[in-house]
């Protein structure tokens, strides 16, 4: 997937950065437990983010232990206690990939749509339980990822149509807590961090698209001038990272306030600013240790 949506982690406090790590490896447990091994492959940093958005507002996290599957040498690792809104994280990012694989199958290269066949044999048994258990996600994933396809297949030169399509699918994986408020602005927080994913990762892939002919909404809105207007693309970015800090303001996270703060104020602009130095290849294989 992504994996854009990360803290800065210098910037956190010590009990801060050991809670977002127990977070990772709930929602990693939590994967594990409801969909097998298999599954846990697509975990990922901005799902953790889901996750600490989703999780009820406390004063301190409520901790156990689980055994880590890339690391069974090294014994049990803190994590959060299991909850129900670490299943539905987990549940939302099978889903979410399946339907990024199958996308791949249809519009990818040769052997790139090998390759996405390939892994949705080992994930077909996990999505098929995870849309039993969240049909309205399912549902809206489907249709988002299919209009964004049309989208792709037409080259449409807008860099909103795009993005809005995959940024509903991220508003929709908050599901309605009878809190109008509070729905409206975790709405807005998860639709304007999932615009901002779409185009930084565009920003990201632009070489690669170039390259390869693929679709890319900021080759297709400014044909050979790309990179010439940067600041236009980054001036977008920036809009929606402060609408989301905004929709953040508005919302009470208990003891994951810091964190998400970190996340949206800090790791956001950082990793946007690795991205347009040509820099992130290099840092987003690492993971919380």
Not at 90 to 109: C, M, N, Q
Not at 173 to 190: F, I, S
């Amino acid at each position: 997937m992504f994996g854009y949506v990360r803290p800065l982690r210098g910037e956190l406090k010590v009990k801060e950065w050991e809670h977002y790590r127990a977070a990772y490896c709930a929602l990693c447990a939590a994967l594990g437990r409801r969909h097998g091994l298999w599954a846990q492959l697509s975990l990922n940093y901005d799902f953790t983010f889901l996750a600490l958005l989703l999780l009820p507002a406390e004063e301190k996290p409520n901790l156990t232990s689980c055994r880590c599957p890339a690391k069974l040498w090294c014994g049990k690792r803190t994590c959060l206690t299991a909850h129900p809104a670490l299943d539905l994280a987990a549940d939302e990012s099978i889903i979410l990939t399946w339907w990024k694989l199958r996308d791949g199958v249809a519009d990818g290269s040769f052997w790139k749509a090998m390759a996405c066949r390939a892994a949705g044999l080992f994930l077909r048994g996990a999505y098929r339980r995870a849309a039993k258990a969240q049909p309205a996600f399912d549902e809206t994933t489907r249709t988002c990822l299919a209009e964004l396809s049309t989208l792709e297949r037409e080259g449409c030169p807008s860099l909103d149509r795009p993005a809005d399509a995959f940024a509903r699918i991220l508003r929709a994986a908050a599901p309605p807590t009878g809190d109008p408020m509070r729905d409206r602005a975790m709405g807005e927080l998860l639709y304007h961090v999932g615009r901002w994913i779409y185009l930084v990762d565009a920003w990201d892939d632009l070489n690669e698209d170039e390259q390869s002919g693929s679709y890319n909404p900021i080759l297709r809105r400014f044909p050979g001038q790309a990179r010439e207007h940067r600041e236009e693309v980054r001036l977008t970015l920036r809009h929606s990272r402060n609408l989301a800090c905004s929709a953040c303001a508005l919302l009470e996270l208990g003891c994951r306030q810091g964190i998400v703060e970190n996340i949206l104020y800090l790791g956001l602009p950082w990793a946007e600013d690795l991205v347009f130095q040509g820099c992130w290849s290099a840092k987003k294989r690492g993971r919380p240790r």
